[in-house]
């Protein structure tokens, strides 16, 4: 029975796939032998490759999908000024991002705040992880988005244990200064103005130390000088101050108009191009005249004073946060109509008559999840991308369809909504 | 003459043949009960499963939440042993807590601090600072607890210990008393009315999708939703929970919205003071002490 032979057809199949090391001289020629080993590593192959894409696309989750960018897009606004900030820093997926700049170009804004964290980005020293940076800068970019980047957030090799990510050692600001400039040498092409730091003025910014004018000031000319040297037309955004009346001493924070004036006299006027100013308006209208001793969006008016003052009359400003609150029943917000109103008569100030201003960036687009607090009420479009009723009245705004007065408000009201 | 040599080997082996003919009845199902566990040992399904009964029970005894549960609650013992109970509060958020004219912090949050600390007989220090840090203050036990209408947040649970609610602000649909709607299917052909630009107005804008029909009626504040409920240019609306609960002699709540529970917020470490919160905002809700809290700050009687 051994000895009899195969029929025809089991011959010829074991000629054309063989086992994967055959013994003897089975295979006839060499080309022959390598035809036949490439087809059964081929048979093997595809079933191999299907189950790997299978365990890949459930492990990817149903978030996974190709996202389709399509052609780059331009702002359509008859506001050049209008601007919002995003908070994308905690946003992971990919079509949220990219919602997230259609809706602001959607609604007319030209220029978005954004933040980069230092932490996230040089999570050892000099290992750089660009990953989430490039996709929202790209982003923007094809949205035709002006991008202010906003630098800060410390590492926890670069500062002591127990401190805060706020907290910089002033031996560590050149390892800051590093950062800032491979920042802006990455993306000279696509980012044009960046910030250094945050509401210096303020201690829990300042790493929960008594706020230094004169330290910042230090940190700011390390970093201009780091960044103009890889990337000179790149505009440093110094300042973001936070609006305080903060008596002296205090150990929460400094006034800011006094906070700016210590920083010109440390020599602050020669290390940015730009002042970066917060201007919340909290319960007052967005055109109630300025004052020392009161926080308001005309405030912004003050500070700008205090430029011309040291000769810095020629740089413009950036308002990198601000805006008002429509929350029920926090003593610093205003009514949702007023809200509204404000912040169209504060983007319509700055246009027709802050030729000093180059943009309005309010807080704050949208968060990437609720905070359950009054600070959801700063938003302009909900978690699931709800548009909020201001959101579409800047849109009509920015169209030409809207003036900035309660009358063309109380229309809207009459049409059922906006 | 001689002895027969006592064989007590022998005696002794009969001896105890004779105790286990005796305990036979008895060792029997014992002597059963371990054939039959030798046999299931025999069994992989039933060795996994003893390994597992083991290995949790040896978790729940010695795993890191028990050693917690068992270890000591440095804040609750430092409550102890001062008497004072330190509790922040950012009083900016009326009727929970705000700040009289003589500088005086008020309101329901200060009263709710006030009745648990008198039930564990110890005092309160209310240390006023501003919202965004309230967390991080309990974080680092700078407080004992913050009470400031604080959200339950699912995000923060291996940062800070949160107590049940005690309140929920969360929006609602909300219509007149002797209203014929008894469902939201009712709102299909209703006038809603909302206050222009809130929370409430988005969440009208959902429903009319779900229900076209629905009329909105825009108003300015949620005084003027209300008035609008009285007067009877709307059917029914949408305002948050203290709203509808300031003006509960005048509406009902048809629909709940959306759910806001407040809580009072711990450190992690804190977990008798967390059960003790727990049991205490239970005794005071049983009592009817929360209900007199909530009469005395929400409701709008007269105020109006």
Redesign the interface.
């Known amino acids: 029975m051994w000895n009899k032979p195969l029929p025809w057809s089991r011959r010829a199949k074991l000629r054309v796939i063989p086992p994967l090391f055959p013994q003897g001289d089975v295979w006839g020629s060499r080309g022959a032998f390598l035809v036949a080993s490439l087809k059964h590593l081929l048979r093997l192959a595809v079933p191999v490759l299907v189950t790997v894409g299978v365990i890949a696309s459930v492990a990817a989750g149903s978030t996974w999908r190709p996202l389709i960018l399509g052609s780059p897009q331009a702002v359509k606004s008859i506001n050049p000024k209008i601007g919002v900030h995003t908070r994308l820093t905690d946003e992971v997926e990919p079509w949220k991002i990219l919602r997230t700049f259609e809706m602001v170009r959607e609604m007319g804004a030209s220029w978005v705040v954004e933040y980069f964290p230092w932490w996230y980005y040089e999570p050892t020293p000099g290992r750089y992880v660009w990953d989430h940076p490039d996709m929202v800068i790209n982003f923007a970019a094809h949205q035709g988005l002006t991008l202010i980047a906003r630098l800060g957030f410390v590492p926890d090799w670069a500062r002591p244990p127990d401190t805060t990510p706020s907290y910089l050692p002033q031996e560590r600001f050149a390892d800051f200064a590093r950062y800032a400039a491979a920042f802006a040498a990455r993306y000279r092409d696509r980012v044009s103005y960046i910030i250094i730091w945050n509401e210096p003025n303020l201690s ?1 910014e300042w790493g929960y130390r008594p706020v230094d004018p004169v330290a910042y000031t230090a940190l700011l000319c390390q970093a201009y000088r780091a960044i103009k040297e890889v990337a000179p037309e790149v505009a440093v955004l110094g300042g973001a101050l936070a609006p305080t009346l903060a008596p002296p001493g205090s150990e929460w924070g400094m006034n800011d108009l006094v906070f700016l004036e210590q920083m010109y006299q440390a020599g602050a006027g020669a290390c940015f191009d730009i002042l970066a100013v917060h201007a919340y308006g909290w319960t007052e209208p967005a055109l109630a005249p300025p004052a020392p001793d009161a926080i308001n969006f005309r405030r912004t008016e003050l500070l700008r004073a205090l430029m011309v003052r040291y000769g810095d009359t020629a740089k413009p400003v950036i308002i990198t946060e601000g805006g008002w609150n ?1 929350h ?5 917000a205003v ?3 007023q ?2 109103l404000y912040t169209l008569q504060a983007y319509d100030l700055v246009w027709r008559e802050w030729d000093w201003a180059l943009a309005f960036t309010p807080w704050v687009f949208r968060f990437p ?1 609720a905070a ?4 959801d ?1 700063f938003t302009f479009v ?1 978690v699931d991308f ?1 548009p ?3 959101y579409l009245a800047v849109g009509r705004y920015a169209r030409g369809e809207l003036r900035p007065t309660m009358d063309d408000l109380v229309d ?2 009459r049409q ?2 906006p | 003459m001689k002895r027969t040599p006592v064989n007590r080997l022998g005696l002794l082996a009969c001896l105890v043949d004779s105790i286990g003919d005796l305990l036979a009845p008895f060792l029997l199902p014992v002597q059963w009960a371990g054939n039959r566990f030798r046999s299931l040992l025999t069994r992989r399904y039933v060795v996994i499963l003893l390994l597992g009964l083991v290995g949790g029970v040896t978790i729940g005894m010695f795993g890191p939440q028990a050693r917690l549960r068992w270890a000591a609650d440095p804040v609750w013992e430092r409550v102890q042993t001062t008497q004072v109970w330190r509790v922040g509060m950012d009083p ?5 807590e ?1 700040v009289t004219v003589d500088g005086q912090i008020v309101g329901f949050d200060v009263d709710l601090a006030r009745a648990i600390a008198q039930e564990w007989g110890v005092q309160v220090e209310l240390i006023s600072m501003g ?3 309230l967390i991080d203050a309990v974080r680092a036990e700078k407080v004992d607890a913050a009470i400031s ?5 699912p ?1 923060l649970t291996q940062d800070v210990r949160f107590s049940v609610p005690y309140f929920d602000a969360g929006w609602r649909v909300v219509v007149p008393h002797v209203s014929p709607f008894m469902s939201l299917g009712d709102l299909a052909t209703a006038r809603l009315a909302v ?5 409430g ?2 969440w009208a ?2 429903l009319r999708h779900r229900y076209p029909t629905i ?2 009626v ?1 108003r ?3 005084a003027d939703v209300l008035q609008a409920l009285q007067s009877g240019e709307a059917d029914a609306g949408i305002v ?1 929970g ?2 509808a609960r300031q003006h509960a002699r005048y509406i009902r709540v048809l629909h709940v919205l959306s759910q ?1 529970p407040y809580v009072v917020v711990m450190p992690y470490r804190a977990h008798r003071l967390q059960a003790q919160v727990n049991n205490t905002l239970e005794t005071l809700r049983v009592r009817g002490v929360l209900r007199q809290l909530e009469s005395r700050w929400f409701d709008r009687e007269g105020q109006d």
Request: proline share 11%.
């Open positions: 829990q429509d029920p029943r926090w003593t610093k009514r949702p109509a809200r509204v999840r359950q607090s009054y600070q009420y909900t709800t909020k009723p201001i809207i009201f059922s909504g | 900016s958020f009326p009727p929970f705000d919202y965004d840090g209408a604080l959200p339950y947040d995000l206050e222009w630009g809130s929370e107005d988005v804008r959902r009329q909105l825009l300015m504040s949620p948050d203290v709203v806001e």
